[in-house]
């Protein structure tokens, strides 16, 4: 069970995606990467083509679960960018932005990723075609079960560090300067 408070949840995320399709797309050449943090890390593709997977968003269910704490079910939607030189595939055998795609959905649909339910296809849609490049955009959904945590739990996680080895338990806390 997920909490709203899980800091990395979402770059872990992106980050089982592309291990889950690093090795099956490396085989017709390309390379799977999450998105960077910045755009002087973002290489466009060269000789290979380039799978970028992002978190783009979560929806939240209006029916809450529960009144204290609040629990609802966080629908995520994970945005897949395929780009290539080749829309269907290349002239010595390397896989095309279709090929790609349907590599992708093989792979991700039903697939389970971390801390998740199973995931369903959401939109294909072509992007652009610029500088010789063709671009689409894949996204695939998830859904977890998101939970509140109490205030006093949240604090303690942030002042408050106990070590437990089963059979003496031992607090210290965390100095914030």
């Known amino acids: 069970m997920a909490t709203l408070t899980d800091f990395e949840f979402y770059e872990d995320l992106e980050q089982d995606i592309v291990s889950r399709l690093e090795a099956p797309l490396n085989s017709i050449d390309f390379?799977?990467?999450?998105?960077?943090?910045t755009e002087s890390?973002?290489?466009?593709?060269?000789?290979?083509?380039?799978?970028?997977?992002?978190?783009?968003?979560?929806?939240?269910a209006d029916d809450l679960r529960t009144t204290d704490p609040v629990a609802q079910e966080e629908t995520i939607t994970i945005?897949?960018?395929?780009?290539s030189k080749f829309r269907r595939n290349g002239p010595q055998g390397q896989g095309g932005v279709l090929s790609a795609i349907l590599l992708i959905r093989s792979l991700l649909l039903g697939y389970r990723?971390?801390?998740?339910?199973?995931?369903?296809?959401?939109?294909?849609?072509?992007?652009?075609?610029?500088?010789r490049l063709w671009a689409y955009g894949v996204t695939f959904q998830t859904s977890r079960l998101a939970v509140e945590k109490p205030e006093d739990v949240v604090e303690d996680l942030l002042t408050?560090?106990?070590?437990?080895?089963?059979?003496?338990?031992e607090s210290f806390d965390v100095n914030n300067s």
């Open 113 to 131: 990723p971390l801390d998740c339910k199973k995931m369903w296809g959401g939109q294909q849609d072509f992007d652009s075609y610029d500088d």
């Open 79 to 83: 945005e897949l960018t395929v780009e």
């Open 160 to 169: 408050n560090i106990t070590v437990d080895d089963g059979t003496t338990a």
């Open 41 to 60: 890390k973002f290489d466009k593709p060269q000789r290979q083509g380039l799978v970028t997977v992002t978190y783009r968003g979560s929806d939240y």
């Open 31 to 37: 390379n799977v990467v999450p998105l960077p943090d």
